[in-house]
């Protein structure tokens, strides 16, 4: 377990209530003994390897741009001009390799699917022996990946692909927002950036590229929701404040080589006629009230829906109200709904994702700290070596359904948290007003999110007649971060 022990002056213990919120929601935030018995036998050179068709791509200049503390690296990227257009090499750390079926860290892994992140600790899927070194592509290290290899051409058409082992090393960990901030023009590159003028013509190459892909993705009909992040300012174990971290250049460009990738995997799944696990997000059951909340704004959107009219006009309202935008996707990611694991079978009719506008889309591009990954690359390499699958459709459906489940589970356990570490920067506001949209309403409450500091409390006065997207003034009234409670009042 990682994190931070933060304790308030009353004596509440966020981490322990991060703890024991994991187990309330069926996790089992410690891992077991035979994960450790498992953990000593793990000789040096794990998940080196050890013959078979791999590629040496050492020597290409591989770099990952991930958030700025984070140590489990799942991919790293490298490009190059070809004839084609740019291409593109997206390395993906070879979990399967360390982790095998059925071992007890696999066994593990299966059951929590996934590593949740809580602000004040995180509870990895993985021990951090593996996600933190032996299975995630750090800095200067040796590590087998599974490749995915694709030329991206001017118009964002993604054709040559293909997967592939290989051994690689990241030349370069970079973080969002120094690369986020040089590509925009804002700043000096970075010092690992700024000393090599190679790695700076990977970038502005990758750069290049993922900009290709965003604009055939909106033509589409992608999505581009502006969600922003809150972030626990920490100082001597205590919570200080709330930051925000928002989308910028660097997030664009690997949101959109993952998108690309995932889509390369699960094409190449289903051409292989392979079982697999799809990522979908279905057509908005409350669509309606999306037309109603692009009525509020003198736009007209089709009866039944469509992803390309949603984009254009969630363009025009960020082109017209930048300030506001981010409560409008807050209101448009809340009505969409969760997205969820499905079974695919060879011949089907496969459900898409309608936010990303993908009809082939899996999740395979996080194996550190996704189970649905880890299995996605264990089918791809049985495809690739053209061996058995090495899961039953039966197998599958029951992984996806679990996947889904625990990712419900684990969203619940952090949206506690974050309300707990709101409630305690928060507590110092009491009093003052602030604007809110509304994020929901249910048979629980109505729910509102302030936008500075971000955080989501409950509407204890003034909610009749109110609905998801509206945007009021709300005062603060209290705050409870035993009970993760924050109260608004609506002001005026």
Not at 264 to 291: F, H, N, Q, Y
Not at 457 to 470: F, N, S, T
Not at 473 to 492: E, M, N, Q, W
Request: glycine share 8%; proline share 5%.
């Amino acid at each position: 377990m990682v994190g931070f022990l933060c304790m308030l002056a009353n004596g509440f213990d966020l981490a322990a209530s991060a703890h024991q919120e994991m187990i309330d929601e069926g996790f089992h935030p410690d891992f077991p003994p035979e994960v450790q018995q498992q953990l000593k036998a793990l000789r040096p050179g794990a998940g080196l390897p050890a013959g078979g068709d791999v590629r040496d791509l050492r020597a290409i200049e591989w770099s990952s741009i991930d958030n700025d503390t984070s140590r489990d690296l799942d991919q790293a990227e490298a490009a190059e001009r070809v004839s084609g257009g740019i291409r593109i090499m997206i390395a993906i750390a070879d979990v399967d390799s360390v982790v095998t079926i059925g071992s007890p860290i696999d066994q593990h892994a299966a059951g929590e699917t996934t590593s949740v992140y809580t602000g004040i600790t995180t509870f990895p899927m993985l021990p951090e022996q593996l996600s933190t070194d032996i299975t995630s592509l750090n800095e200067g290290a040796d590590r087998l990946a599974i490749v995915i290899d694709m030329v991206v051409g001017g118009d964002g058409s993604v054709s040559s692909n293909s997967i592939y082992r290989a051994l690689v090393r990241n030349q370069a960990q970079l973080s969002y927002n120094a690369v986020g901030a040089w590509l925009e023009g804002k700043s000096a590159p970075p010092a690992k950036v700024g000393s090599s003028a190679a790695l700076q013509e990977q970038l502005k190459l990758q750069d290049e590229a993922a900009q290709s892909l965003l604009s055939e993705r909106r033509r589409l009909g992608a999505l581009d929701l502006d969600r922003e992040e809150a972030e626990p300012v920490i100082s001597d174990g205590k919570v200080e404040g709330i930051t925000v971290s928002k989308k910028n250049r660097a997030t664009e460009l690997i949101e959109n080589f993952m998108v690309a990738a995932n889509g390369v995997m699960a094409k190449t799944l289903t051409d292989a006629g392979a079982c697999s696990i799809r990522r979908v997000v279905k057509t908005p059951e409350r669509w309606p009230r999306i037309v109603e909340l692009a009525a509020r704004y003198g736009e007209k959107l089709p009866t039944a829906p469509n992803s390309g009219a949603l984009n254009a006009f969630l363009e025009k309202r960020k082109t017209a109200d930048a300030v506001h935008y981010a409560d409008l996707s807050l209101a448009i990611v809340k009505l969409m709904g969760p997205g969820e694991y499905v079974l695919s079978r060879p011949g089907e009719e496969q459900q898409g994702h309608f936010a990303l506008a993908a009809h082939d889309y899996t999740h395979s591009t996080a194996p550190n700290r996704r189970f649905a990954d880890t299995v996605t690359q264990r089918l791809i390499k049985a495809v690739l070596s053209r061996t058995a699958a090495p899961y039953s459709a039966d197998q599958l459906d029951s992984i996806a359904k679990n996947c889904t489940l625990k990712e419900d589970a684990a969203r619940k356990v952090e949206r506690v948290m974050n309300k707990r570490i709101a409630a305690v920067a928060l507590e110092p506001k009491i009093g003052q007003t602030f604007a809110a949209v509304v994020t929901g309403v249910t048979p629980k409450g109505t729910f509102v999110r302030v936008l500075d500091p971000p955080a989501e409390g409950i509407l204890a006065r003034g909610q009749q007649g109110v609905d998801v997207g509206d945007q009021l003034r709300v005062k603060l009234v209290s705050t409870d971060p035993r009970r993760g409670y924050i109260d608004f009042v609506k002001a005026g």
